[in-house]
């Protein structure tokens, strides 16, 4: 059965500790975007997800939640993603913090619809790096022995760039949407005009964009068709 995001060109990431207007919201969820992937790295919890997700809900872009908590965990989203991060060495990231939820709800998780994302955090400076200890930045060979990792050895679904703020070294970025094999590379970071969105969508098989929506909602909005002029290379 393929999975919901198979074909996800274009996402927008909304973070539920951070305000957004029904007005904004609206335009987002009405801009043609194929999904809507809540999440964050800070401040979190059970109700402001709630909250998030059931404003959404109000329109039919498909919705997926980030679980980087135990406590965000909130029934009701379409998918769920599970993010290990690789370029660590504190294992809590990797494997830690996910089995002990799993020994609360494993039995509770609808796996059909939830899926692991291999996080490659490689900015340095990104509160997420500094909050799991990321190793930042790679170069090329240690990029592509992550990929190697996670594609042929742990055949994780998703492979995740994450650029948190900065846009990223787009020939990093294709050099490793070249060596997935089975796993589909989405970026994330710094993407704040429509030239950036073609140029991360002519790299990766999908394209997240977060922070410009709070800071420039046209931009962010314009980002949408400049994702859908480039072939999907998948």
Known sequence: MQAIYENWRHVFKLDPDREISDGRLEAVCMSGTDAVIVGGSTGVTFDNTVDLMSRIRRYEVPCA?????EEAAVPGFDHYFIPLVLN?????????????ALRKWGAFIPWEDTSAEGYLILNADAEAAKLTGARSPLDAETLAAHVYMADRLMRLPIIYLEYSGKFGDMELVKRAARLASGAQVFYGGGIDNAGKAREAAAAAHTV????????DLEAALATVAAVAEVPFGR
């Open 65 to 69: 939640l980030e679980v980087s908590s």
């Open 88 to 100: 660590t060495d504190r294992a809590e990231w990797l494997a830690g913090r996910q089995v002990e």
């Open 208 to 215: 997240i964009v977060g922070n410009i929506i709070y800071e």
